[in-house]
């Protein structure tokens, strides 16, 4: 932990983020020296904080854009068109146009391949595009599930001959994304394995360049103390073999694979001040600044049950909280927000040394999701800060 950091930033903040740089350059080079044959997408989505996003994209990687927002941001920072895919369901026209020459469009559903067509022939141009596909196998193995993301592998293999001859489209590639955050690195190589097989058959489907295979995200990250890593040694092995035997039958085919919290997911701390104090019957709540309305997922998964539903809700226990405090007396506590709601409330008696007014509480794994997936307008309230450290710039 950045103690002195903190301290320091502490003196004008009352609630902000911290990015560690040296975690994400060693999560970045960990995969890269893991997986051959292989190039990694970072999920825009997951972190837009352009210090992390200019860090991330400065080592080489392209960007998984989820908007046009992402598409302009990634292309503001150097990312050339081929590197930067912009995949997500419901896009407009606008944003179909103004990425056509930033970004290669990943198209989510048979009317969005043609309407994409009709706007590149408006502007007279002809662009390669991706498609992403519903698999007809879960991520699991089990059959195929309805999702609004893609079109059903099914389907797609009874349009590829109309959207073939489309003019001023030319699919070169697929993209297939089921889940996030798995732990188990058997279950992501069986998923691989299949998306290659399904990466095939795809490519049989067009004519001529077969550009890429985007096998998507699935790498998780430990969150609670009974989560165990990912085995990227084994995986990557695994991966990088089948990526060997795919490239054999498609040699030039480049495979890509997207991740956004392998990367900052333990990057970042987020740090919130004690506001205030107070018993009500049996509890002691302490009061923070900026919690349901700085990192939601600690309130979230609070009110949450059930199954995860990532990345709002991973699981209980899944963000260690600590506390910078002079007391070393423990004392049984509810941390709260400041929010006019009952749903901001982080944690019901949890044991921390005794807290004051003035005191910081400190969340850990927040790097991923956690900015970008906050309501920060609710209630007018000013938003934490975040920053990037790096060794560079201390
Ligand atoms: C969000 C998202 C990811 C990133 O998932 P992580 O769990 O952060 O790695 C990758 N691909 C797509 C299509 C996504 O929507």
Not at 52 to 71: I, K, M, P, T, Y
Not at 236 to 245: F, K
Not at 317 to 344: H, M, P, R, W, Y
Request: glycine residues 8%; aromatic residues 8%.
């Amino acid at each position: 932990m950045y103690r002195k950091e903190i301290l320091e930033i502490a003196q004008g903040h009352d609630s902000f983020y911290i990015y560690d740089g040296a975690v994400v350059s060693k999560n970045i080079d960990r995969l890269k020296d893991n997986f051959h044959g292989i190039e990694f997408f970072y999920s825009v989505k997951c972190n837009p904080f352009l210090d992390v996003v200019r860090a991330v994209f400065n080592q080489g990687l392209g960007a998984d854009c989820a908007s046009l927002g992402e598409v302009e941001a990634a292309t503001g920072l150097g990312v050339p068109r081929e590197k930067v895919h912009f995949s997500a369901p419901g896009k407009s026209d606008m944003d179909i146009e103004e990425s056509l020459e930033k970004a290669t469009i990943i198209c989510d559903s048979i009317d969005e391949v043609r309407r994409t067509n009709r706007i590149a022939e408006n502007k007279a141009m002809s662009v390669d595009i991706g498609i992403r596909i519903n698999p007809a196998v879960d991520f699991y193995g089990g059959p195929g599930i309805p999702s609004k993301f893609g079109i059903d592998e099914a389907q797609y293999f009874v349009a590829a001959g109309e959207l073939r001859k489309l003019k001023n489209v030319k699919i070169v590639g697929f993209h297939v994304h089921q889940v996030s955050q798995e732990l188990d690195w058997h279950i992501i190589k069986e998923y691989h394995s299949r998306v290659f097989s399904l990466g095939c058959r795809l490519g049989d489907t067009i004519e001529g360049d077969f550009k890429f295979i985007n096998l998507g995200s699935g790498i998780g990250i430990p969150y609670g103390e009974d989560d165990t890593e990912v085995d990227v040694d084994l995986l990557g092995r695994a991966t990088s073999q089948m990526a060997e035997d795919f490239h054999r039958e498609n040699p030039g085919t480049r495979i890509i694979i997207e991740t956004g919290r392998y990367i900052v997911g333990k990057a970042g701390t987020y740090i919130t001040r004690v506001m205030d104090k107070k018993e009500s019957l049996d509890k002691v709540y302490v009061i923070l600044k900026n919690t349901l309305n700085g990192f939601a997922r600690p309130a979230l998964a609070n009110v949450m049950s059930g199954h995860a539903r990532e990345p709002l809700f991973t699981g209980k226990n899944a963000f260690a909280i600590s506390a910078i405090t002079e007391s070393q007396t423990l004392e049984k506590v509810t941390l709260a927000g400041n929010l006019c709601t009952s749903a901001d409330i982080i944690a019901e008696d949890i044991v921390l040394p005794r807290l004051k007014p003035g005191d910081l509480v400190i969340i850990n794994n927040a790097g991923a999701y956690g900015a970008t997936l906050s309501p920060m307008e609710f209630s007018m309230s000013k938003k934490p800060v975040e920053f990037y450290i790096s060794e560079e710039s201390q």
